[in-house]
């Protein structure tokens, strides 16, 4: 039988429909953005400080338009305070979804998380020395950050590797040691060190939102644009990743140019997000799960959608955690975790 | 820092039972038993303590370990400075304090180093949290007191008591009516004036203010200032800045220059604060502020004298 | 066409091949057969590069296959391997597509095109894989995902296969289903494949020519009826074997002769 035969025949309509295509991916990533900016617009206007509701609405149109009546201190809120986080919150949810999802594929593995794998306590660790030595330098911060988490990577992809590869259950544990002893670093180091230069370990920790400098700001942004789109160009690659390192070689997958590539693009989202907030756990697991679930296992939209999903999930998450007990506030990661963890708890029964 | 301070605080979750009991002792509650009991050798009396234990310590005390730094300087100030062998790597002030035998910090002291050092006596903080820590030191017929300050009258409540149980009553009764004294002069030179809104920022990020349960709290109030947070719950509470905005704090108040860092800076959110456009961020000496000790009146001298300059303008 | 000169592989002081040649013509099909460790699976690993030989020479079409791209060889060179490992939900479609990797137009971003999709929707055809298609790879049956390894392999248009024991999970009517459409391959197309089997009845069957191996070494190569003999069957193996002829197509079948205990 020919190819254009079997085309014809065997019901070939409904194989050409259900593959993924660019068009599909395009489509759910704008819905996806749809909500993400929707959901920005109504958590800016939720705080432990309640705005005036149209003067804000009207401000936030119209980027502070003066003649919408707002009070130069709701405005400060709104602008300087609210809004910052919510954009620092989407970022740091885009980074650590988007990577969670890449190390996932990348190490064959449902339960890799940037949190659970210690690379966000890789990343606080290289954020501390920064403070330590280079305090002077802002720029050294997320240097320094990425290189604590592509070091972290590192370790524990070699840790992970036995004899028969890095089987799910090593990983784990190679990331339940590194994890445990870059925390007990943390501690130690805020425990030893002017604790006021290099804040307290519980936002190493459990990292928190607040405060973040525009630079920084900018900086989280346009890593997490970035970082995202070179690990969403490395997607098909990693789909092969996915199936094995040797199958993916076998099928003509570079496989050490794009594991370093995805190690290096993951580390640099990884670290800017842990440089600017701490380390938020459990994102990069809960987030890749639920759109896998819903959207399939392709990476070329796995990566960007968990990108803006995993945005969405923080800036709620943050919001929460800034209004649930409000005007006292509690950190955003023992919010994610209080989600996280479950999940986990389920993904290891179902014997993932 | 924070554990530093946290352990400086009271602690905001004190069973209720000993809320009560602590007020109604008051200044009475350390009080000779009436029939002293002697034990085989020495000499013992009966005290509770300022969280209601019944305690026996021996009529005279010459080997203290203090487990605070606040407490040390009570030791210290009244003069018994001689009898303290132990302390913690906390307690800095005053300079001789240093050079005392050393038994661990405030939060983990090492109870082998405590129990080498043969103390008739210990005195901890309520804020340490060491029940369990006392009850191991019972064990080795080594007594405990605990002192719960929650304010200024505690401060001079807890001096009093450390005196009795020292054998230095009239120099107890001497420095907390000095200290009495000059924290009437302070109230009264801010008494008619209007109080500043004062926010109280133990750490800028993430932002850590002084609720309802803190040391400072009281402080604040008796400097004639208004603290923003003195409503919210708990001692240290990590806070929203914007409600820290909201509140349009016309003075700041930062701990800073103490034995636990360097100055910190202002949060990000309240850049735009009345009191940073203003100038009004005030830096004192953060032991000063959160020990509740003999030096906090210092510490009430100096935030009224930034809360009302004019008061104290001669 | 697929050479080997004098290939030799060690892992670290180890030899696995020594020295060892073959040629492969296009539509032929190659079996490999041998005891366990006898190198086979290295030798098919050297043949696309995956392990780097300590000395001779792998050629395709006269070139080093360490000249070629990863790429471009896996448009030449398709593997199948045992079944994958599989720990996300991924559907038949999804998995077959994965062989028009090396087709894509650039390095790695890129959509598949209208004609990976007739070639996918091809070999889908062919491995009797339509029906399973929109199926979840890990809900299917060994010898079904067996079938979908081949077919992704097949939609590679690789004109050399390598195929390391793929019918061990595959029941009789699949096993001679799926050489049979290796077969077919090489047949129409000219292509041509190597086969490392145990089932040495079944390399007789579809085999044009056998190699024997016993640690790392040629014990003998040729058509099946020069290769399958007692004497070198006996070498390899160190076991007693009768050799007789297919009842229906001729070509030489082995029956062991043990000497169980009565």
Not at chain 3, 46 to 56: E, F, K, Y
Not at chain 3, 77 to 93: G, M
Not at chain 3, 112 to 124: A, G, I, P, W, Y
Request: proline share 5%; charged share 20%.
């Amino acid at each position: 039988m020919t190819s254009a035969a079997a085309v014809k025949t065997g019901g070939g309509a409904g194989i050409l429909d259900a593959r993924l295509t660019f068009r599909r991916m395009f489509i759910a990533c704008l819905l996806l953005l749809i909500g993400l900016l929707l959901i920005i617009f109504g958590t800016s206007l939720m705080g432990s400080e309640q705005l005036p509701g149209r003067a804000t609405i009207c401000a936030l149109v119209t980027y502070g338009d003066p003649s919408c009546g707002l009070r130069p201190d709701h405005e400060a809120i709104l602008f300087d305070i609210r809004l910052p986080r919510i954009i620092l919150a989407a970022s740091v949810g885009a980074s650590l979804a988007a990577a969670g999802a890449s190390y996932q594929a990348l190490l064959r593995n449902p339960l890799a998380e940037p949190y659970l794998l210690g690379i966000s306590n890789g990343a606080a660790v290289g954020t501390m020395l920064a403070l330590v030595f280079f305090a002077g330098n802002e720029w050294s911060r997320p240097m320094m950050a990425f290189s604590g988490a592509l070091l972290a990577t590192l370790v524990v992809y070699r840790l992970a590797l036995g004899r028969a590869g890095a089987t799910p259950e090593r990983l784990i544990l190679a990331g339940v040691i590194v994890t445990t002893f870059l925390s007990s670093v943390i501690v130690f180091v805020t425990t030893l060190m002017d604790a006021t230069r290099i804040r307290s370990f519980t936002f190493w920790l459990l990292g928190d939102l607040s405060g973040t400098t525009s630079s920084m700001l900018t900086l989280a942004v346009a890593f997490a644009l970035l970082g995202t789109a070179v690990l969403t160009i490395n997607a098909r690659s990693l789909n092969l990743l996915m199936l094995g390192e040797r199958d993916a070689f076998d099928l003509g997958v570079e496989v050490g140019r794009v594991r370093l590539v995805v190690f290096i693009a993951a580390s640099f989202l990884v670290g800017s997000s842990v440089a600017s907030s701490g380390s938020v756990g459990y994102v990069g697991l809960v987030v890749p799960h639920l759109v896998r679930l819903s959207l399939g296992s392709d990476n070329r939209i796995t990566i960007p959608a968990a990108a803006l999903a995993g945005a969405i999930f923080v800036v709620i998450a943050d919001t929460l955690a800034r209004t649930v007990i409000a005007p006292r506030e509690l950190p955003v990661g023992a919010i994610t975790a209080l989600v996280g963890a479950p999940l986990f708890i389920y993904l290891l029964r179902r014997g993932i | 820092m924070l554990l530093n301070h946290v352990f400086n605080s009271h602690r905001s979750q004190n069973i209720a039972l000993l809320l009560v009991i602590a007020a109604w002792c008051n200044a009475s509650c350390v009080r000779p038993n009436s029939e002293p009991q002697s034990t085989s050798l020495q000499q013992v009396r009966e005290f509770t303590d300022e969280t209601g234990r019944l305690i026996r310590v021996p009529l005279n005390v010459a080997r203290v370990v203090s487990l605070a730094p606040n407490l040390t300087e009570v030791v210290f100030a009244i003069g018994a400075g001689d009898r303290l062998v132990g302390n913690t790597t906390y307690c800095d002030y005053p300079p001789e304090a240093k050079a005392i035998a050393k038994v661990g910090d405030t939060l983990q002291p090492s109870i082998e180093r405590i129990v080498a050092l043969k103390p008739q006596l210990v005195l901890v903080s309520t804020a340490s949290q060491l029940e369990a820590f006392t009850k191991q030191l019972n064990d080795y017929q080594i007594s405990v007191y605990v002192t719960d300050p929650r304010d200024l009258e505690g401060v001079f409540t807890s001096i009093q008591n450390v005196g009795l149980l020292l054998g230095k009553e009239s120099e107890a009764v001497a420095l907390v009516n000095q200290l009495r004294a000059r924290t009437l002069a302070v109230e009264e030179a801010v008494k008619s004036r209007q109080a500043p809104s004062v926010f109280y920022q133990l750490s800028a990020e993430p932002l850590y203010t002084a609720g309802r349960d803190a040391f400072v709290t009281d402080l604040i109030r008796r400097a004639g200032g208004y603290s923003v947070t003195a409503e919210v719950p708990g001692a240290w509470p990590r806070y929203s800045g914007e409600s820290a905005l909201a509140a349009r704090p016309e003075a700041i108040i930062l701990p800073a220059g103490d034995s636990m860092g360097a100055d910190t800076d202002i949060a990000s959110a309240l850049r735009r604060s009345p009191a940073v456009l203003n100038g009004r961020v005030y830096r004192i000496n953060g032991d000063l502020l959160v020990r509740p000790g003999p030096r906090s009146i210092e510490g009430l001298e100096e935030m009224a004298k930034a809360l009302h300059p004019e008061a104290f303008a001669k | 066409m697929l050479e080997a000169r004098n290939l030799t592989i060690k892992y670290g002081r180890r030899v696995a091949v020594a020295g060892l040649s073959l040629k492969l013509q296009s539509g032929k099909i190659i079996a490999i057969i041998g005891p366990n460790g006898a190198g086979k699976s290295s030798l098919l690993r050297a043949l696309n590069g995956t392990v780097q030989a300590a000395a001779g020479d792998v050629l395709l079409d006269e070139q080093p296959v360490v000249t070629y791209s990863r790429r471009s060889l896996s448009r030449r060179i398709a593997v199948v391997a045992q079944e994958a490992d599989l720990r996300f939900p991924i559907t038949v479609l999804e998995f077959v597509l994965g062989g028009r990797y090396a087709w894509s137009s650039n390095s790695a971003w890129g959509w598949e095109t209208v004609r990976d999709l007739e070639v996918v929707q091809q070999v889908l055809h062919e491995t009797d894989l339509e029906e399973l298609s929109h199926r979840f790879l890990n809900e299917l049956s060994g010898g079904e995902r067996q079938r979908a390894v081949l077919a992704r392999a097949l939609a590679t248009e690789a004109g050399v296969l390598l195929l390391d024991e793929p019918t061990a999970n595959l029941d009789l009517a699949h096993q001679a289903a799926l050489l049979m459409l290796v077969r077919s391959r090489c047949d129409t197309r000219a292509a041509s494949a190597v086969v490392v089997t145990h089932d040495i009845n079944l390399a007789a069957e579809f085999a044009n020519r056998i190699i024997l191996m016993k640690e790392g070494r040629l014990i003998a190569s040729g058509a099946p009826e020069e290769v399958l003999t007692p004497v070198l069957l006996r070498e390899a193996f160190a076991v007693t074997v009768l050799v007789d002829g297919h009842p229906v197509t001729g070509v030489p079948r082995i029956t062991p002769v043990h000497e169980m205990p009565r």
